[in-house]
């Protein structure tokens, strides 16, 4: 009660709760995608490259999130064609590209002057730094996202379930994967300021897998994910604002218990349809 008493009062988190429901809309409607597609690694890759990104802006003084987004769509598309490219070698491939763009993040925050506690939101994420620009530029991301899967959801699917087939119906295969890897770039920018980018893999990909464990199809999917995101964000929410408690940490292991949960039922309930 007292988090709902301190909601109707303060700005702050009212912008943690906006925000918390515009980044559950990106990564309920693509995690679905990185769970059937099976490339929760490449979004580790995408999501760590990012800060990069982030010191290098810090470094020159240009907007952090201007630096994300750069460095996530970038990352994106390198990881994609290495992906493409070189299957044999993309494990050490990604790997190295994971741990170099930490690398140089690192390296650049240490050359800016000073120390910027904002920095420590990127790794870990703080929703309750969320301000009125952040949520414009959140809305505007999950818009983007939202029109190319209305436009391109055919395509999404099919080089998401069976490549071969997309190739010979004639689907550009290599240009929507690269495409669908830019969208989770983006769904990546969305979810830094919740989670942190160390933390954003699980909020991803976790919702999306509970939601496959009880439906089929993929649209069904997205919105059972975009429901158990928001609830799971919301909840760790209002659980970490008493005892003060990292919300992005907590968010994360709300998500994970409740996979957990799902996996059991999910259990019991097949183990009975057999007997």
Known sequence: MEFFHALMEFAFLQNALMGGLLAS???????????????????????????????????????????????????????GWVSLRWRQQEDMLIGAFWAG?????????????????DLMSFLFGNILLITRDDLLLMAALDAVILALIAVFHRQFQAVCFDEQFARLR???????????LC?????????????????VIALVSLPAAIAGQWVRSLSAMM??????????????????YGPDLPSGATIVLLSAALYCLSTVMMGIRKRRIQG
């Open 25 to 79: 809309l990106g990564c309920g409607v693509i995690g679905p995608y990185v769970v059937v597609k099976r490339i929760s690694y490449l979004v580790g890759g995408i999501a760590h490259a990012v800060l990069g990104g982030v010191g290098i802006a810090y470094y020159f003084g240009w907007p952090p999130f201007g630096g994300a987004l750069v460095a996530a769509v970038v990352a994106a598309l390198v990881i």
């Open 101 to 117: 763009g930490m690398a140089i993040g690192i390296l650049f925050i240490s050359l800016t002057p000073g120390y910027n506690v």
């Open 170 to 180: 004639g689907v550009g295969v290599t240009q929507f994967y690269l495409l669908l």
């Open 183 to 199: 969208m989770v770039a983006l769904t990546l920018v969305l979810l830094i300021q919740v989670v942190g980018l160390i933390l």
């Open 223 to 240: 919105l059972l994910a975009t429901v158990l995101a928001a609830a799971v964000t919301l909840s760790g929410l209002g659980l970490s």
